[in-house]
T-cell receptor, first 115, second 109 residues
Framework: GAVVSQHPSRVICKSGTSVKIECRSL??????MFWYRQFPKKSLMLMAT?????????EQGVEKDKFLINHASLTLSTLTVTSAHPEDSSFYIC???????????FGPGTRLTVT | GDSVTQMEGPVTLSEEAFLTINCTYT??????LFWYVQYPGEGLQLLLK?????DKGSNKGFEATYRKETTSFHLEKGSVQVSDSAVYFC????????FGAGTRLTVKP
């Protein structure tokens, strides 16, 4: 089946620094990837939809200048958390659509801790 | 907008007990419905899905039927195992993906 990977799986960074998270579709091309944030014991919150070759579409309330998304190729999307603060600590999950298939395939997630 | 409401947890059961996790939805149009499972420290995995009314999704002994008349997609399993302990998310795909809040299931031996 379709496989989506994320790197890194865990990252700890200091306040004020930036962190980049990669999302890759390993065996298929994904024109659309999605970025979610999951708070402890809560559901997934869609942050943005990443489209290859164009600007990402952000959900209401998500700061696009803080969460930079780049979808440079059909197999890679990146999320950069800029000037991270402790409240950005969370589990970030990406997913990708296989063309013509309704379901999304999820990556294993990245746990970000900002100290 | 579209939304999903699922039974609040946590749910604790003994091995071999019957499981039901309720899920209802509101949506315009005809969404596809999903159940995802998340094991500790991992991402979401698709458990089962149904794309139209009266479809039954099934996998690993879990079942859910797409009920348009009651706008529901309840998850059931006849006999749970310790390895089923996880968080279960009901979701729908309309214009975009919407998830329920998740239900944590713990199965004790």
């Amino acid at each position: 089946g379709a496989v989506v990977s994320q790197h890194p799986s865990r990252v700890i960074c200091k306040s004020g620094t930036s962190v980049k998270i990669e999302c890759r579709s390993l065996d298929f091309q994904a024109t659309t990837m999605f970025w979610y944030r999951q708070f402890p014991k809560k559901s997934l919150m869609l942050m943005a939809t990443s489209n290859e070759g164009s600007k990402a579409t952000y959900e209401q309330g998500v700061e696009k200048d803080k969460f930079l998304i780049n979808h440079a190729s059909l197999t890679l999307s990146t999320l950069t958390v800029t000037s991270a603060h402790p409240e950005d600590s969370s589990f970030y999950i990406c997913s990708a659509n296989l063309a013509g298939v309704y379901e999304q395939y999820f990556g294993p997630g990245t746990r970000l801790t900002v100290t | 907008g579209d939304s999903v409401t699922q039974m609040e947890g946590p749910v604790t059961l003994s091995e071999e007990a019957f499981l039901t996790i309720n899920c209802t939805y509101t949506a315009t149009g005809y969404p596809s419905l999903f159940w995802y499972v998340q094991y500790p420290g991992e991402g979401l995995q698709l458990l089962l899905k149904a794309t139209k009314a009266d479809d039954k999704g099934s996998n690993k002994g879990f079942e859910a039927t797409y009920r348009k008349e009651t706008t529901s997609f309840h998850l059931e399993k006849g006999s749970v195992q310790v390895s089923d302990s996880a968080v279960y998310f009901c979701a729908l795909r309309g214009n975009d993906m919407r998830f329920g809040a998740g239900t944590r299931l713990t199965v004790k031996p």
